[in-house]
């Protein structure tokens, strides 16, 4: 089973940048799909964007054209680039893997956007 480790979150103002990363331990992360998710107070989580073990992107409407999803399988890592930043982007980060039926989540990392 796949474990997960989210980092890079932190404080930035609006139309900065940051880079999360999503660390995986265990042999199957090169046949996983992963995912980024957010959640803001009050709001409902909510999928950022996805890409497949064939590297196959998605992204919501919300961040298309601002934010870049990417995998580094030598590394078991995802990463998720945000440019671009609005306030609105505050949330909390969860990564994801599925992998044969199994859908694991990372414990988040909060990233804030001030105005």
């Known amino acids: 089973q796949v474990q997960l480790v989210e980092s890079g979150g932190g404080l930035v103002q609006a139309g900065g940048s940051l880079r999360l990363s999503c660390a995986a331990s265990g042999s199957i992360f090169s046949s996983s799909d992963m995912a980024w998710y957010r959640q803001a107070p009050g709001k409902q989580r909510e999928l950022v964007a996805t890409?497949?073990?064939?590297?196959?992107?998605s992204y919501a409407d919300s961040v298309k054209g601002r934010f870049a999803i990417s995998r580094n399988n030598a590394v078991n890592t995802a990463f998720l680039q945000m440019n671009r930043l609005k306030p609105e982007d505050t949330a909390v980060y969860y990564c994801?893997?599925?992998?044969?039926?199994?859908?694991?989540w990372g414990q988040g990392t909060q990233v804030t956007v001030s105005s």
């Open positions: 890409i497949t073990s064939r590297s196959i992107t």
């Open positions: 994801t893997a599925h992998s044969r039926g199994s859908l694991t």
